[in-house]
């Protein structure tokens, strides 16, 4: 049975040899496990393997409290950013206050460590 896929240039390519392999089930299951966290069947995440090609990166799952905590956090600098522009724009000095600076300083830190974890998280 031929089976017809489009490829990127939205042409139609055959697809009409076979390769057969033999593996341990737990290979197996491994394989498949990984080509579906790259969202792709184990044919094509194999041959694209193979082949040397670039698979592209799947969208891990969401930590929703990461998220929450992230939004939050760009919250809080919208806020400084908008109190920055708004003193520069008056003339006024925009230089931040010491509670904004230790503010700004704990939310770099927080994004890096947000950072690392999201990094962390990404499928090798």
């Given amino acids: ?13 055959i697809k009409e040899a076979r390769i057969h392999i033999r593996t341990t089930t737990t290979k197996k299951e491994l394989l498949q496990a990984k080509a579906k966290a790259y969202e792709m069947n184990l044919s094509d995440f194999l ?3 193979g082949l040397g090609l670039k698979i ?3 969208n891990p799952e969401i930590n929703k409290s990461l998220y929450v905590e992230l939004c939050r956090q760009g919250n809080n600098l919208n806020q400084l950013t908008r ?3 708004t003193l520069a724009a008056s003339g006024k ?3 931040l206050d010491l509670d904004d600076q230790k503010t700004l300083k704990d939310l770099r830190t927080l994004l890096e460590k947000i950072l690392t ?3 962390g998280e990404t499928i090798n």
């Fill in 117 to 119: 974890k999201l990094e």
């Fill in 93 to 95: 000095d925009s230089t």
């Fill in 1 to 13: 049975m031929k089976k017809l896929k489009e490829n990127s240039d939205d042409k139609k390519e």
């Fill in 56 to 58: 592209k990166q799947a």
């Fill in 47 to 49: 041959i694209a393997a």
């Fill in 83 to 85: 109190l920055q522009n």
